[in-house]
């Protein structure tokens, strides 16, 4: 593509983000959302605990992604936990589904543009360490991305972030440690690791596994590391949790598949539910957005 095309597709970018901007500023009565959560495979009943104040699917939203897979909604969900004003977002496109980076852009850089500051990452993965199976979670320390591919290569657009971003703290060390703090206050074991995000749709083979172990990495998945990349170009901060489905190819006795991975995110999605809950409670305390109990 010219450096005019690439031009016209920054253009194309920001009319869809400031389009669906004003659709979701227009629907939300004056609420101004100030930390935004991905809701990963199965995991979107983390938003039934909010105070809804709108409900809008992402086929409202020009530019959205348009999630194909099971376990994904599609839909962007606002309102306020214990009073904090929140956007959840049920549903991700992944690259394997065929898309390309510019729908996680519009959707990521949307919720920098209505004033969010946080970006809470969840996912449903493989777990590379035996004291984390299926049903526990991993908090996300740092990621490998295995995907191939770097959703900011080709010409940078300025307007959002510099040209080479650095990444020595994705995942912001401070909101980890807080989200340690929301776990041990509501009894939930959480362990910490890296996040290695394969471009999928097949699982790893066991090789593959025994690679990422290698390279220090604790858990794997197909999504997030883009949407982190994304973020951090424009400034928000990140903190990231994996909800074990299963242990990686090789390291466990069950065939591995999408039907397991739902069942058991339904399971690890609770112990989840919880931990963000709290932890969005206690980040508003922090931001003086809410009166500590």
Known sequence: MSIFGRKKEHENL???????????????????PKIAVILGS?????ADAADVVATIP??????????????????????????????????RAHLYEGVGPAPLKVMIRTMKTLGVEVLFLTNAAGSLRPEAPAGELIAIADQINFTGLNVLAGPNDDAWGPRFPPMDNAYDAELRGMLFNAAAAIGTPLIEGTYAGFLGPTFETPAEIRMVKAMGGDSVGMSTVSECIIARHCGLKV?????????????????????????WAAIAGQKLTKLVLRFISDWGVQKGLKKAA
């Open 58 to 91: 992402y086929t409202d939203l020009p530019g959205f992604p348009r999630p194909s897979v099971e376990g994904h909604a599609g839909t962007l969900i606002a309102g306020t936990i214990d009073g904090v004003p929140a956007i959840f977002l049920k549903g």
């Open 42 to 46: 199965g995991l979107g009943g983390v």
């Open 14 to 32: 920001d009319i869809a983000i400031a389009e669906s901007t004003n659709i979701i500023l227009n629907r939300l009565n004056g609420m101004q």
């Open 239 to 263: 903190v990231g949790c994996s909800a074990i489905t299963n242990m990686a190819a090789g390291m466990g006795d069950e065939a591995l598949s999408h039907d397991q991975t739902i069942e």
